[in-house]
């Protein structure tokens, strides 16, 4: 069964930058609206970035500014670029690809499958 795999997590302090990679292994890579979703601790999941076939990106308000999504369609691979990190951005994060017609946007959660397993991101003041 496809699976999306996460990776780049780790723990870093107040200001500091990460990069999260999602390798997804789908046939048709380059046309997936792509997403990027957290779940705090004690908190519900929810959603951060989306980026659509066409490079055109939505944020969640909390990260806009700071975090940039981004593909390569070669290497069936998008990342999560986060800087000047905060406490509040630590979480689990998960990637996913949206599978229900709806428009490229983390709000649309319910719309988005293969989630990975996630990786955890922890950030300290």
């Known amino acids: 069964q496809e699976r999306v795999l996460e990776s780049g997590g780790g723990s870093v302090q107040v200001g500091g930058s990460l990069r999260l990679a999602c390798e997804d292994p789908g046939y048709a890579f380059s046309s997936y609206c792509l997403g990027w979703f957290r779940r705090a601790p004690g908190k519900e999941r929810e959603g951060v970035a989306a980026l659509d076939h066409d490079g055109s990106a939505n944020y969640a308000d909390s990260v806009k500014g700071r975090f940039t999504i981004i593909r390569d369609n070669a290497k069936k691979t998008h990342y999560l670029q986060m800087n000047n990190l905060q406490p509040d951005d630590t979480a689990t994060y998960y990637c996913?690809?949206?599978?229900?017609?709806?428009?490229?946007?983390?709000?649309?959660?319910?719309?988005?499958?293969?989630w990975g397993r996630g990786t955890q991101v922890s950030v300290s003041s």
């Open positions: 996913a690809r949206q599978q229900k017609p709806a428009t490229c946007h983390p709000d649309f959660q319910w719309s988005f499958g293969y």
